[in-house]
T-cell receptor, first 113, second 114 residues
Framework: SQKIEQNSEALNIQEGKTATLTCNYTNYSPAYLQWYRQDPGRGPVFLLLIRENEKEKRKERLKVTFDTTLKQSLFHITASQPADSATYLCALDKENSGYALNFGKGTSLLVTP | NAGVTQTPKFRVLKTGQSMTLLCAQDMNHEYMYWYRQDPGMGLRLIHYSVGEGTTAKGEVPDGYNVSRLKKQNFLLGLESAAPSQTSVYFC?????????????FGPGTRLTVT
């Protein structure tokens, strides 16, 4: 079955550094991959989508890479700020489910001043 | 534009009681979804709908029913609540087309079954 793995351990980094989060998947050939941000007590918010034929996507301080050979996506936040502290979810298209998503469990990021 | 709204925000039920969670979206989206989120489990798909009048089962459909009588609304019903259904429920919607699109999530409903 489709399996998505994200670092369960929280990532603590200092303000101004680059945060890198990892999403690995198995038993899967997704057509696209998405990253969401979730703050405590709130619903996920979409950040970026990258397609299987794209290697890299950028949006302001965010960058996503997608390596279909390694079955891995990396999510980078450059010049991180305390306001970037949140849980980040990786999601891939769910087979035969009308564009529903299969989510990873998320990685918690804490950016300290 | 309110986006995706969910009613109620919080609810406590006793085992065996029933309730309906309401999801509404004002973005004219074709697709709507219900997920549940539990600690250590991530978001799991309960049911989804690809259009008005159509619904389908997701990953964890047992104990839930859904209806999509109007395009903008997607209802999730619990006929006989069980403690295992204690969770945070999120509704989401997305547009349809030939490309891939992001999902818009509601604020969630926190349900406790005692």
């Amino acid at each position: 079955s489709q399996k998505i793995e994200q670092n369960s351990e929280a990532l603590n980094i200092q303000e101004g550094k680059t945060a890198t989060l990892t999403c690995n998947y198995t038993n899967y050939s997704p057509a696209y991959l998405q990253w969401y941000r979730q703050d405590p007590g709130r619903g996920p918010v979409f950040l970026l989508l990258i397609r299987e034929n794209e290697k890299e996507k950028r949006k302001e301080r965010l960058k996503v890479t997608f390596d279909t050979t390694l079955k891995q996506s990396l999510f980078h936040i450059t010049a991180s700020q305390p306001a970037d502290s949140a849980t980040y979810l990786c999601a891939l298209d769910k087979e035969n489910s009308g564009y529903a998503l299969n989510f990873g469990k998320g990685t918690s990021l804490l950016v300290t001043p | 534009n309110a986006g995706v709204t969910q009613t109620p925000k919080f609810r406590v039920l006793k085992t065996g009681q029933s309730m309906t969670l309401l999801c509404a979206q004002d973005m004219n989206h074709e697709y709507m979804y219900w997920y549940r989120q539990d600690p250590g489990m991530g978001l799991r798909l309960i049911h989804y709908s690809v259009g008005e009048g159509t619904t389908a089962k997701g990953e964890v459909p047992d104990g839930y029913n859904v209806s999509r009588l109007k395009k903008q609304n997607f209802l999730l019903g619990l006929e006989s609540a069980a403690p295992s259904q204690t969770s945070v429920y999120f509704c989401a919607s997305s547009t349809a087309g030939t490309d891939f699109y992001e999902q818009y999530f509601g604020p969630g409903t926190r349900l406790t079954v005692t």
